[in-house]
């Protein structure tokens, strides 16, 4: 027997989140922006991994590179010998230099596996020279590695993975070895970067150091930045910065949103989502086949043969019609609760949300993700 239903075609589950209607928060303007300049960098290098249990790769360019460190290390290797060790793994380390980092500090490393090793668990990587988009060495890695995977494999070929054993990570692995250069302390003017551009909250930062610091220090230059004039002498810009991060902002609300996630069964709909005057009708409407296959017997010495025929019983069922109104301007909490008041399932609620904007009823962006 298929069934099958018709009034909605995402099938989802509504996380009972709603936002009232409240005053914006005070946020501090070191949480909403940052200052142009002072960034993290990316660093990436190529390394071994040695001291693994018979885990390590089995390719030819993990061998290559074995035998060029073993070179440079003094170590001559005779040609026409494959060094097919299995305790070795090519890897790529991955690192973050945050801003102002001096030369000597240590940071945190990333180590994946490049090549068909099956786990790095006690492995330790040997020194690695880690480089950013200028080709320049920045730090420097090295030491044994943390691996939250964990694999085990039978005789008979039975196999048990947890996690991700061919990733780990070496905590203050690497050292700095080369400060990046900000232009933190140049020129007379900061400039602070919106994490989330709005017009509102760029003004509102502006008039918040103009009205602390008199006159006209601050000014929005667009939805995302805010330029202050700031003193020439490095320590007096930082701790002048160190005010300005710390002043309160009320920051703008955000535009009004509804937001479906098909894959988790979320929806999230802002306080500010507004429906205009409409009348929604909601049912059920299911189609069900049965099938009830006969069988034909023919006639004694016809000379027929028993056949199976097949025979479906379809079957239509609408529930009644639920109709409600939504009356000018309505909230989110109306909105919820006229749905709720008719039995309707989350997937129904994004139905009358896809309608309404149809309609051109319904005051909000919709977002399916």
């Known amino acids: 027997m298929a069934r099958f239903a018709l009034h909605s075609v995402i099938k989802i589950g509504l ?9 914006a928060m005070a946020e501090r303007v070191k949480d909403i922006a940052s200052v142009a300049g002072v960034r993290s960098n990316q660093l990436i290098g190529y390394g071994l991994v040695v001291g693994l249990n018979r885990t390590g790769d089995k390719n030819r360019f993990t061998s290559q590179t074995l035998r060029n460190m073993l070179l440079q290390l003094g170590v001559t ?14 890897v790529s ?20 596996s490049l090549g068909d090793a099956t786990s790095l668990r006690g492995g330790s990587l040997l020194m690695t020279p880690l480089r ?7 730090a420097v890695a090295q030491g044994n590695l943390v691996v939250g995977g964990l694999s085990a494999q039978g005789l008979d070929g039975s196999k048990v993975t947890v996690n991700v054993p061919s990733a780990g990570r070496i ?9 990046v250069p900000t232009g933190f302390a140049q ?10 551009p709005d017009f509102t ?8 150091i103009n009205r602390t610091y008199g006159g006209s220090v601050a000014r929005a230059l667009d939805a995302a930045s805010v330029q202050v004039s700031a003193p020439h002498d490095p320590a007096q810009r930082v701790s ?13 609300e955000a535009p009004a949103k509804v937001i479906v996630n098909s894959r988790t069964g979320t929806v999230v709909i802002s306080s500010h989502v507004r429906v205009q005057p409409a009348a929604v009708t909601h049912g059920n409407l299911s189609v069900t086949i049965s099938e009830k296959p006969i069988v034909s017997q023919p006639p004694a010495l016809s000379g027929g043969s028993t056949a199976i025929v097949p025979r479906s019983d379809v079957t239509v069922n609408e529930e009644a019609n639920r109709m409600f109104v939504f009356n000018p301007g309505v909230s989110l909490d109306e909105i919820v609760q006229a749905v709720n008041r008719v039995g309707a399932a989350p997937s129904d609620l994004v139905a009358i949300l896809e309608a309404l904007r149809s309609a051109g009823a319904l005051r909000a962006e919709l977002i399916v993700i």
């Open 77 to 90: 290797v005779p040609p026409g010998i494959d060094l097919k060790s299995k305790n070795i793994a090519a």
């Open 201 to 208: 909250t760029a003004n509102q930062v502006a008039d918040i």
């Open 15 to 23: 996380l009972g989140l709603a936002f009232s209607q409240s005053p």
């Open 240 to 252: 002048f910065t160190s005010l300005i991060e710390n002043l309160d902002v009320s920051p703008g």
């Open 187 to 196: 020129g007379s003017h900061l400039m602070l970067n919106l994490h989330t």
């Open 93 to 112: 380390v991955q690192a973050d230099l945050p801003a102002f980092a001096k030369p000597g500090q240590t940071i945190d490393v990333n180590v994946s």
């Open 132 to 138: 950013g988009a200028d080709g320049q060495i920045y």
């Open 171 to 179: 905590p203050n692995g690497a050292t700095v070895e080369r400060e």
